[in-house]
């Protein structure tokens, strides 16, 4: 719950940190 929240304010702030996110996966 807080963790989504917290990934779409990262990804709001940073288009790129999805793609960083999956490539550490």
Known sequence: ???KMCYAS???RNPDLPAAL???Q
């Open 1 to 3: 719950m807080g963790l």
């Open 22 to 24: 999956a490539s550490l």
């Open 10 to 12: 990262l990804r709001w």
